[in-house]
């Protein structure tokens, strides 16, 4: 789970925020209403930062702990941003016997992020994929979808320079 050490500045639009509450508008009378109101809060917003939690929460009255508990238990629910440059580490078993975990380790170091979360300047977030089909080059980890392979912990340094 996230650690929230860290956290992204929220930078939410009055537009937006009309169409959230449009939303919950719409929806709020029909049973089992949170978890589409969420989504279509994710779909809105593009992650459902505690701002927006806190929004739905008070226009629907229901605790602010119910919500959060919800948007953590579920994997499709993204807390923070993506960062501009989007790097996922492969923790696949071809990848992960041969050192990803490391990979993925040294990252979080080195980003002093934990996984799912974004750095605060937006530029780099992180995560753990599953197989990209690419075990061959194991371990593999990718940046907006450029895979990188054969990787060691000391190649992690150079990867991230070519994003700064
Ligand atoms: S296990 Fe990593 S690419 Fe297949």
Redo the contacts with the bound molecule.
Sequence with gaps: MASNKKTVPFYGTEEQKEQLLKVIQELRDEKGCLMPIMQKAQEIYGYLPIEVQKIISDELNVPLEKIYGVATFYSWFNLNPKGKYEISV?L????YVKGSGDIYNKLMEKLDIAGGECTPDGKFSLDACR?????GL?P?MMVNGEVYGRLTVDDIDGVLEKYN
């Design positions: 492969c696949g078993t071809a990848c197989c990209v089909g690419a075990c194991a593999v």
